[in-house]
């Protein structure tokens, strides 16, 4: 457990500075300096994502809400074995076919997200830094004076959206439009006039998303993106092809039946056909 910010550098001259733990940002660097003299932050980090129970078929569908703080080590909140999430809260899953369009169940969905987010974020809106904080038995056995933000939201796209306001496939900081990502013209930021994080203390809504790599690099980048480009202008049974004749090796992955057929894509074999993407490619 790390209760206060730390600077790390590379070496003594302090030219090259090193992040890694969440204590290591500036944004605890610069939330400490409003805060009073002996004061510890706690980083809040939530988790949410959609978990399907049934397997083969139905639709049943839990919606778990997990919690962990920043001041425990990224190492140890990875580890399972660590217990270092605990399940504070189950979002409710709905239809809302009580509702007859489709655009209004989707702005009601928004609507008891948003409510049940507003209810779990409850003790957080009157801790800001203007408060006293809590005095909290911390795991050293000592007694602090503690500031508890939400900091990090752990989710994927559909559900950064549905925090941020904005409609899937829409950037969910900026109201560009989807045809026009990419293009350095700045637009202007969304705003919204009642989402449960408008009067959390120090919570920035559009930095608290951290990088998603598993859906942003490796489903999002490369294979949205890499793989269809390239099916295009060589042909998916080309590709195919070239994935199969793939020589063997211990470290490598063989796809024998290519990747036209791959039903679903996990993270891991995203890796194992990004390893020799460039020579198929290449041919």
């Known amino acids: 457990m790390t209760f206060a910010p730390k600077h790390i550098w590379s070496d003594e001259s302090k030219t090259e500075r090193f992040y890694s733990e969440m204590w290591t940002g500036d944004w605890w660097?610069?939330?400490?300096?409003?805060?009073?003299?002996?004061?510890?932050?706690?980083?809040?980090?939530?988790a949410t994502d959609k978990t399907n129970l049934s397997?083969?078929?139905?639709?049943?569908?839990?919606?778990?809400?997990?919690?962990?703080?920043?001041?425990?080590?990224?190492?140890?909140?990875?580890?399972v074995s660590q217990r270092a999430w605990r399940l504070v809260a189950y979002l409710p899953v709905t239809k809302l076919e009580c509702f007859e369009t489709q655009e209004v169940r989707r702005v009601k969905g928004?609507?008891?997200?948003?409510?049940?987010?507003?209810?779990?974020?409850?003790?957080?809106?009157?801790?800001?830094?203007?408060?006293?904080g809590v005095q909290l038995l911390c795991a050293d056995n000592a007694v602090r004076r503690i500031y508890p933000f939400l900091a990090?939201?752990?989710?994927?796209?559909?559900?950064?959206?549905?925090?941020?306001?904005?409609?899937?496939?829409?950037?969910?900081?900026?109201?560009?439009?989807?045809?026009?990502?990419?293009?350095?013209?700045?637009?202007?930021?969304?705003?919204r006039q009642c989402p449960f994080w408008?009067?959390?203390p120090v919570f920035h809504v559009f930095k608290s998303f951290p990088?998603?790599?598993?859906?942003?690099?490796?489903?999002?980048?490369f294979?949205?993106?890499?793989?269809?480009?390239?099916?295009?202008?060589?042909?998916?049974?080309?590709?195919?092809?070239?994935?199969?004749?793939?020589?063997?090796?211990s470290s490598l992955r063989n796809f024998t039946k290519g990747i036209s057929k791959v039903s679903q894509w996990t993270g891991r074999e995203c890796k194992e056909m990004e390893k020799v993407f460039v020579s198929v490619v290449a041919g």
């Open 211 to 221: 990088p998603d790599l598993l859906h942003q690099l490796h489903k999002g980048i």
């Open 198 to 200: 408008r009067n959390l």
């Open 223 to 249: 294979h949205c993106h890499l793989v269809d480009w390239c099916s295009n202008v060589l042909g998916k049974d080309e590709v195919d092809a070239r994935f199969k004749c793939i020589p063997r090796h």
């Open 29 to 46: 660097w610069e939330t400490q300096t409003r805060l009073p003299e002996s004061s510890t932050i706690v980083p809040i980090i939530f």
């Open 55 to 79: 397997v083969f078929s139905g639709d049943k569908v839990a919606w778990p809400v997990y919690m962990t703080i920043g001041n425990i080590s990224k190492a140890t909140r990875r580890k």
């Open 110 to 132: 928004w609507e008891v997200y948003h409510r049940c987010m507003r209810h779990i974020c409850e003790p957080l809106y009157s801790l800001g830094p203007e408060s006293d």
């Open 152 to 191: 990090v939201f752990t989710v994927d796209h559909p559900e950064r959206c549905l925090i941020a306001c904005c409609k899937d496939n829409h950037c969910p900081e900026c109201e560009v439009d989807p045809n026009k990502r990419g293009d350095p013209t700045p637009s202007r930021s969304r705003s």
